[in-house]
Structure formats: structure tokens, C-alpha cells
């Protein structure tokens, strides 16, 4: 029960990762604030439902939460949404989208919740990153250029809060059987069953990461055993590298 009595905001809390994430924070005594397009499917003590594109909802997102729970410790920006596609094929809309819930949802969000957490003498901020945050992948540059942004922000805000007690870190995963992946795969035609099978064979550890390895390293970026680690973005990757 690391997280007994404290308050946590969860983005994208509907999702592959976000739900186990939410159900994992609960489990060890945290009062968690999910929010998603649509989160009524997630057992949580309050439900911020809104569009991550709307400036003025991310602006009040921490604030709402703090009202509800109480309280607010800890916030992961989890939401995400991946375009594919060389630069080529790349549409003004699809750089709108990417930057707008990966890179700007995030900074309004952080930029809200730093004064919160100040106050109350500290707290935690777990953003969600990627491998592709930290060397590029083929053929997404969009996606992989809001990671990377979301990878340097981490990086200055972990910096420039620390002195106030907050700690911002990112998780860098690889591959991750979620909606996210498996969509990619219907998208381009592939059975989703097959191509995770063969993704796991490029895997050192012989899978691809379920949400739940990679939430007990976001869970241990929150926690106090993490408590000197600021601007750190841990790749958690299973020995596979970015090709
Ligand atoms: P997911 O698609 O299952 O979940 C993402 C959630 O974000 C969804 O519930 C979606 O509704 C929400 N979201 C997207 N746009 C939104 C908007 N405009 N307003 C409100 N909510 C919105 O994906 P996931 O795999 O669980 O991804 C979680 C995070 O992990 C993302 O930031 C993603 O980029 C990152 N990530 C995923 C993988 C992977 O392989 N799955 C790898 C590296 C990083």
C-alpha cells in the first residue's frame, strides 16, 4: 500500500495501460481521478471526462481533480494517440492531433498541476514517453517527434521543480499489447494475433510488454523509492532496442 491516502490524476485512463494503471494505483490505496473520452467503464473515485484537444479542459483537468479527491499528489499524463506514415503522407491534421494529446494536453496539464503540488509541499508528475521518445523509429515522425518533445519536457521540468519536492520523470516503453498496437495492426491488414506472435519473437525476453510491466515502472517513478530520480526517462523495453 505505498500510495495509502493519496491523490492521483490519470490521463488516458480508459486505455491498454491507462486501466491497468488506474486499477494498480487503487490497489495500493491511492484515490484516483481517471480521465478519458469516456471512462465510465473504469472503477475509479472520480470520472474527468473531455477531449484533451480542448485547451480550456486540460487547463482546469488538475484542478478538478484536487477538488474531487480531496487532494492531489501525483498526475500521469498517459494519453496518447499514434500517427502513422512517412513525412510524405503526413496531413496538417495529423500533426494537429499528435502534438495536441501527446505534447500540448501534457504541458497544460503540468503547467496547472506544478502550483498544486507546490503547495502542498511536493508530489509527483509520471509522463508517458516511448523508445521512440529517445531514437527514432521508421516511418512515424510525427508520433516520434511529440515523444521526443514530451521526452525534453519531462526533462526541463524535472530540472526546474525539484526544488520544490516535485519530481518529474517519463516511462519509455517499447511495444506494449494494448488497443493502441493491435489497432495499428487491423489498420494495416494484418491479424493482430499473428503479428504480436512475431513481434515476441524480436524480444529479447521473449514478449512484448504487457500493460502491467510497464505500470509497475510508472508505479515506481510515483513512489517514494524513486525519490532522488528527477528528469529521468527510463526505457523499459525488454532488452529490445529500437531498430
Ligand atoms: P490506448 O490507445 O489503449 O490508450 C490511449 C488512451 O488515450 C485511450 O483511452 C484514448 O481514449 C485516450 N485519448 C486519446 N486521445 C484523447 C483525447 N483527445 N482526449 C482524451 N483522451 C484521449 O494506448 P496505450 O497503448 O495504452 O497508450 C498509453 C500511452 O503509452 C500513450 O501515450 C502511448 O503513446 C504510450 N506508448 C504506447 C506503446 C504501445 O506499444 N502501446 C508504446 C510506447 C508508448
Not at 501525483?74 to 496518447?80: D, H, K, Y
Not at 500533426?95 to 504541458?107: C, D, Q, S, Y
Not at 495492426?185 to 524480436?202: H, K, T, V, Y
Request: hydrophobic share 45%.
Amino acid at each position: 500500500m505505498r500510495f495509502e491516502g493519496q491523490c492521483a490524476l490519470v490521463t488516458g485512463g480508459a486505455g491498454g495501460i491507462g486501466a491497468a494503471l488506474v486499477r494498480a494505483l487503487r490497489a495500493e490505496g491511492a484515490l484516483v481521478a481517471v480521465s478519458d473520452r469516456q471512462s465510465g467503464a473504469v472503477e475509479a473515485e472520480a470520472h474527468l471526462d473531455g477531449d484533451l484537444l480542448d485547451g480550456a479542459f486540460c487547463d482546469a483537468l488538475p484542478g478538478r481533480a484536487e477538488a474531487e479527491l480531496g487532494g492531489l499528489d501525483m498526475v500521469f499524463n498517459n494519453a496518447g494517440v499514434i500517427t502513422r506514415g512517412d513525412i510524405t503522407t503526413a496531413r496538417d491534421d495529423d500533426w494537429r492531433l499528435t502534438m495536441g494529446v501527446n505534447v500540448e494536453a501534457p504541458f497544460r496539464i503540468c503547467r496547472a498541476a506544478i502550483p498544486i503540488l507546490a503547495a502542498r509541499g511536493g508530489g509527483a508528475i509520471v509522463n508517458t514517453s516511448s523508445c521512440w521518445g529517445l531514437r527514432p523509429g521508421p516511418n512515424h515522425p510525427v508520433y516520434v517527434t511529440s515523444k521526443a518533445a514530451i521526452a525534453s519536457l519531462t526533462q526541463c521540468l524535472g530540472r526546474d521543480h525539484a526544488h520544490q519536492g516535485i519530481r518529474v520523470n517519463a516511462v519509455c516503453p517499447n511495444e506494449v499489447d494494448t488497443p493502441m498496437l493491435r489497432t495499428g495492426f487491423a489498420a494495416r491488414g494484418l491479424d493482430p494475433e499473428q503479428a504480436i506472435e512475431d513481434l515476441n519473437a524480436s524480444v529479447p525476453v521473449g514478449h512484448i510488454a504487457s500493460p502491467e510491466e510497464i505500470v509497475d515502472v510508472m508505479l515506481f517513478l510515483a513512489s517514494d523509492a524513486a525519490r532522488y530520480m528527477c528528469g529521468a526517462l527510463v526505457e523499459v523495453n525488454g532488452g529490445k532496442a529500437v531498430i
